[in-house]
């Protein structure tokens, strides 16, 4: 049983993104003549393990259920969608920070709006479990060849939210909701804990000169553009769009969630690990055919997160953060915070 951390530390390393372009080098394959109601099934049918005819019409189905909002590239542009979308988690979140004490950002909010959130864009039957069901199935996406049966009775329940259909489509969105639950959780992690330890969100000098260390996938971004810092946001509204896109942006070059992908060649042999890290956060999204489609919806619903953690002008209560022992992602183990 072969898990995808298990991969990536016998991957050789050091491998040029060039790979993610190039048509003799793919996705690691899985079996596909796999049973429903099992986690091989949902990996045999989508389009994070697929190649050829396969991953393009599987990529499309996802294309599809994201809607327009997928083709965009940037934060904050014209589609109602985006903005639907950062609203809506940004109203979530406020609920969810506003609970009085201290709250746990990452299993609380981090972990929960993402979620509940895309799965209403999504179509799917939202409940309280939804969010805890999608962590089940993506802590076992990875899992080659390993039986979890608690993942698997989660992705039942999710399908059924879906209309109960075991095809590509019902796949399709169950796969961008596990594709983007660690990440995004990490996005929005790694942003918050730079905005309530560093300096104001402002326009930054450029790419630092080390990144800190990255994450990887074939999920969710492109970075967003600097802007001008605007003063300390009226609690009872949202804090200008500017605040939130910078810390999405200087997150994305400087400590972003995904660190890496595998890819093998296509003739068949051992997987390679290609890095995700740039200076300029370029590749946080991945590049090539399996580059993220849901980029633009990470940004948004990250950003929305954010605007409220800002609105409220969240504090950490602790400094110190520890991440969670994945070689694939960087994300949060924990960020506990209480508000003014």
């Known amino acids: 049983m072969r898990t995808l951390d298990d991969m990536e530390d016998s991957a050789r390393v050091g491998v040029g993104p060039d790979l993610l372009t190039d048509p003799g080098w793919v996705v690691p394959p899985v ?3 796999v049973p429903e109601g099992t986690m091989a099934w949902l990996r045999a049918r989508v389009a994070r393990f697929s190649s050829g005819g396969a991953h393009v019409r599987r990529r499309a189905l996802a294309a599809e259920a994201l809607g327009s909002l997928g083709a965009l590239g940037a934060l904050g542009g014209p589609d109602v969608n985006a903005e639907a979308l950062r609203d809506t988690a940004r109203i979530r979140a406020r609920e969810l920070l506003s609970a009085p004490g201290t709250v746990e950002v990452m299993t609380r909010v981090a972990r929960v709006v993402p979620a509940e959130v895309l799965a209403t864009s999504l179509g799917l039957r939202v409940t309280a479990d939804t969010a805890a069901l999608v962590g089940d199935v993506a802590g076992a996406y990875h899992a080659h060849g390993e039986t979890v049966p608690a993942a698997d009775r989660a992705l039942t329940r999710l399908v059924a939210d879906c209309g109960g259909t075991w095809d590509e489509a019902t796949a399709a969105r169950i796969g961008l909701l596990v594709q983007a639950y660690d ?3 990490g996005l929005i992690g790694n942003a918050a804990y730079l905005a309530l330890t560093g300096p104001a969100p402002g326009p930054s000098p450029g790419p630092p000169e080390a ?6 996938t074939d999920s969710v971004a492109d970075p967003a553009p600097d802007s001008v ?4 946001p009226d609690p009872l509204t949202a804090p200008a ?3 939130a896109a910078d810390l999405l942006a200087r997150t994305l070059r400087t400590d972003p969630p995904v660190r890496g992908t595998l890819r093998a060649p296509v003739d068949g042999g051992e997987p390679v690990r290609v890095g995700l890290v740039t200076p300029d956060g370029s590749l946080a ?3 090539g055919a399996h580059a993220c489609p ?3 919806h990470a940004r948004a619903l990250a950003a929305g997160v954010l605007d409220a953690l800002l609105a409220l002008g969240c504090r950490l209560v602790r400094p110190g953060i520890a991440y969670e022992p994945s070689v ?4 949060p183990v924990a960020l506990e915070v209480t508000w003014a």
């Open 211 to 216: 990144p800190v260390v990255a994450p990887t």
């Open 294 to 296: 849901g980029h633009a």
């Open 31 to 33: 079996p596909e003549d």
């Open 328 to 331: 694939n992602l960087r994300v």
């Open 229 to 232: 810092a605007n003063p300390a």
């Open 183 to 185: 990440a995004t959780a």
């Open 285 to 287: 999204f991945g590049a």
């Open 241 to 243: 769009a500017d605040l």
